[in-house]
């Protein structure tokens, strides 16, 4: 970072207000139950701000001038919100373009509407793209982004128009936050910040890939995106040539890239049905794409019958062991690593398995195999189920390594669900499920764990189980518990009420089942025994 890039970020109009906002918080403000500014204290911040904002509000967020310093202050950590009290905090030493990008990004993520917290960013990403070009002699911002989203962008198209809070195309409150965050100059032209921005947008939230790209870009770009956003992405350079054709490019780059990047590819030629087929045979003659080539080949039914697929070779599963840890190793580090391996039962086999990646595998985990593992934290967590008098929810503790697949298993014991019915769980605006069912826009529930997803006390999840009757749970952390020997299996520690009857019609007796602590606890020992 140049010295000139940090101080243009120190000294914006965002950051500085976020400092006063930190300094009017002092040692303790009220806020709503939501946790931000009161409407009634909009108008005493604006003039410590020094900003005008209307005479009366419906809610501080309407205020942008107010609200983005708030949001600013609390995701840099300068401000900290606990029940229904704000407190300042001491500034850190934090890298000044680090921490502006926090709070830009930040700012981004609660202007964006549609559930994925995309449009703001899409529409930032866009306006700087059109912005960095040459402008042509009547050049207009707002056409620009129109002609970026009709041929580029278009699957992003909804999420951009729902962004901030004004019209259907809020290019001028975009506009407004570039010249808040210092990315653009008083001309409306891209400052050195604002391509340093630009350049960050691109990388978190790309524009989707041409059919011009080579597969191995394709796999680079994939490798590094959430798994809800990989088919999304995908889907244009797929658009551009024949299935089995791209199922054969994806495979033969596949071949010789990083494992991250190899699972990514077989996760998407899985997808492609039988014209795939080829493809996968013609991989596993390759020693890379081997084993699983042969577990996608199994699930393929040549014959027509009723059998189930042949068990996996222990080789194949020893390799896929090594080749699932190696990459949670480069993506998210040996912890992770660590937890993958032990998961799939690659602890005590992966030796000789190999894959060319276990010598470096086997020295990133060196010490947490001498250590017994890394330290895994205890959760205790607060499920609610919301929209029922008189209330029912249940406290459980388990492990954070936990991943929402196992989440989903417990809440199914512990309000007595049936799991005959889909669910979907909800993380800041991101949503997971199984990935069996397809449900579109969801990320892989088994691959999220707990710890990740909700990291302090005062985190929330959203779980729905059953999407017609919508019986939504309010997941809350409410402490997390820092023990020498984590806890191996899920409890159950109190509860209140009653859990109402799955599929109940009018007309029907109801049957809820009481609340037993002991019985709950019982079937979870059971759940963990198998």
């Known amino acids: 970072m140049t010295f000139e890039l940090q101080r243009s970020a120190d000294s914006c109009r965002l950051i500085i207000r976020a400092r006063r ?16 500014l009161r409407p009634v204290d909009v108008a005493v911040v604006g003039a410590a701000l020094g900003v005008k904002v209307p005479a009366r509000v419906r809610t501080a967020a309407d205020v942008e001038v107010v609200h983005w310093p708030w949001v600013a202050a609390e995701a840099i950590g300068w401000l900290h919100v606990s029940g229904n009290r704000a407190v300042a905090a001491a500034a850190t030493d934090d ?13 981004l993520q609660a202007e964006s509407h549609d559930g994925r917290g995309r449009g703001a960013p899409v529409l930032m990403r866009m306006l700087l793209t059109a912005m960095t070009a040459e402008p042509a002699p009547g050049f207009d911002v707002s056409e620009a982004v129109h002609q970026l989203l009709h041929y580029s962008d278009i699957g992003d198209a909804s999420a951009v128009y729902s962004a901030f809070r004004r019209s259907v195309m809020p ?28 350049k960050r947008l691109v990388e978190e939230w790309p524009p989707p890939l041409s059919p011009d790209v080579s597969a191995a870009q394709v796999l680079e770009r994939l490798a590094t995106l959430p798994d809800d956003e990989v088919w999304e992405q995908a889907e244009p350079w797929l658009a551009g040539r024949e299935t089995g054709e791209a199922a054969a490019e994806l495979l033969d780059a596949a071949a010789t890239a990083p494992p991250a990047q190899r699972i990514v590819a077989v996760d998407v030629v899985a997808g492609l049905g039988d014209a795939a087929l080829p493809a996968w045979q013609k991989a596993a003659e390759v020693s890379t794409l081997a084993s699983h080539a042969r577990l996608v080949l199994a699930e393929f039914d040549d014959d027509g019958d009723d059998d189930e697929p042949p068990e996996p070779a222990a080789a194949d599963l020893r390799w896929l062991a090594v080749e699932f840890a190696a990459a949670a190793l480069a993506v998210d580090g ?30 990133g985990l060196a010490e947490l195999i001498a250590a017994g593992g890394p330290p895994i934290p205890t959760y205790q967590l607060k499920i ?24 989903h298993r417990l809440i199914q014991i512990v309000f007595d669900w049936d799991d005959d019915h889909l669910h979907v769980f909800t993380v800041a605006g991101r949503r997971y499920a199984d990935p069996f069912f397809g449900l579109i826009g969801t990320a892989d529930e088994s691959r999220a764990r707990l710890g990740k997803l909700a990291p302090s006390v005062g985190a929330e999840l959203t779980y729905v189980y059953d999407l017609g009757d919508e019986w939504e749970h309010r997941i809350v952390v409410e402490r997390i518990i820092e023990v020498d020997e984590p806890e191996t299996s899920a409890s159950c520690v109190g509860g209140q009420g009653d859990a109402p009857e799955e599929d109940w019609f009018p007309g029907c007796d109801r049957h809820a089942t009481p609340f037993d602590l002991v019985a709950i606890n019982q079937q979870l020992s059971g759940a963990a025994a198998g």
């Open 171 to 198: 290019v001028d409150a975009g506009l407004e936050l570039l010249a808040e965050a210092g990315a653009v100059d008083d001309g409306g032209r891209p400052t050195e910040l604002g391509r340093w921005m630009w």
């Open 21 to 36: 906002m930190a300094d009017w918080v002092g040692e303790e403000k009220p806020v709503t139950p939501k946790g931000v």
């Open 384 to 407: 609610s189920l919301t929209r029922i008098r008189p209330p029912v929810w249940r406290r459980v503790r388990l492990p954070a390594a936990v991943t929402l697949d196992e989440l």
């Open 95 to 107: 890298d000044p373009v680090e921490r502006w990008w926090t709070a830009v990004r930040a700012v």
């Open 334 to 363: 040996p912890n992770e690593a660590y937890l993958v391996l032990r998961e799939r039962d690659g602890l005590d086999a992966w030796s000789n398995s190999g894959h060319p990646d276990e010598p470096t595998l086997r020295d």
